[in-house]
């Protein structure tokens, strides 16, 4: 910070020299969300999870539409890694297992004195499952603890029909 | 999990998710309501307190978080806190992601969240918007 008297200060920086992670929005995400159910009710919030998935995960999507099954891996480590968030990913051939002791955005918006919103779980369930749709992919969430947001996730090869 | 590195584009297609519900008025209701909620904690009670000391310490925390491209003043002598966002790290992201469109109006929502608690608490406020080049001046002021 420059000081230029008492009256006077400035600040200046580059986008470069700052790591993006502003933990906050994951209560701007809440409110978002908590708005939509309140008002709108539970079936719509899950329709914009799903309008949210199709057109920001479009690219990945794609990869699983072709069946590039490591593509779910590098997704996963890179976005933990960024959040600076501990996770635990077993990976086999067409079997993706992602386990986690808490969900960094429960424990942040629980840190400013805040309550996730009801169905904060579909952040999960909704958006990996529509992720999947339409691949040779299927999601499952195989337990999710409300209160910390500790769960296990596995993604796994669709059964021939 | 939507991370909060990707909250930008889940924040911009919820404005277009609320617009086909319940058209733009909708979005500014929301916008309200966030203002209220969301700032209540923070900016709201730094400016009530400090005054534009209060709006040097809020957006020195969150633009740095946010890693913008920004040069912030605070003027005692003018009674004026300003800043200049060479390159918003928010629009500027949904303007990288090529497979997106973000909302027609994204930029409105820094004017609608702040210049309630502005004037709220006193000041006057006043903005200029290059959406497409994701710059922007805020001022705020007595």
Same mark, same amino acid.
């Given at each position: 910070m420059n000081k230029k008297g008492e009256n006077f200060k400035t600040m200046s920086r580059k986008s470069?020299?700052?790591?993006?992670?502003?933990?906050d929005f994951h209560q701007s995400l809440n409110l978002l969300m908590d708005y939509i159910y309140t008002n709108f009710g539970k079936e719509n919030l899950i329709r914009y999870l799903q309008q949210y998935t199709i057109a920001y995960h479009q690219p990945l999507h794609e990869s699983l539409k072709e069946g590039n099954f490591k593509a779910l891996t590098s997704y996963f480590s890179d976005l933990y890694e960024k959040e600076e968030w501990p996770l635990t990913i077993r990976q086999e051939e067409d079997y993706l297992e992602i386990e986690q002791d808490e969900c960094p955005g429960i424990n942040h918006i629980k840190s400013l004195g805040k309550v996730p919103t009801t169905f904060y779980s579909e952040t999960y369930r909704t958006v990996y499952s529509t992720l999947c749709d339409g691949t040779p992919f299927e999601y499952t969430?195989?337990?999710?603890?409300?209160?910390?947001?500790a769960c296990k996730q596995i993604f796994t090869k669709r059964k021939e029909q | 999990m939507i991370s909060c590195t990707e909250f930008i584009p889940a924040y911009s297609e919820g404005f277009k998710f609320l617009e086909q519900l319940g058209g733009r008025e909708e979005v500014e209701k929301f916008w309200s309501t966030l203002s209220d909620l969301y700032l209540k904690d923070s900016l709201s009670k730094l400016i009530k307190e400090k005054g534009l000391e209060g709006c040097f310490e809020y957006w020195s925390h969150s633009l740095n978080e946010e890693a913008a491209d920004f040069t912030m003043t605070l003027d005692k002598n003018r009674n004026e806190f300003r800043i200049e966002? &060479?390159?918003c790290p928010s629009k500027g992201k949904l303007l990288e992601l090529k497979h997106m469109t973000p909302? &027609?109006?994204?930029?409105?929502h820094c004017e609608a969240l702040y210049r309630p608690v502005a004037e709220k608490a006193g000041f006057k406020y006043k903005s200029e918007v290059d959406c497409d080049n994701a710059s922007c001046t805020h001022i705020i002021y007595k």
């Open positions: 470069a020299d700052n790591k993006y992670m502003h933990k969430l195989l337990f999710f603890d409300e209160e910390t947001g | 966002m &060479h390159r909302y &027609h109006s994204y930029c409105d």
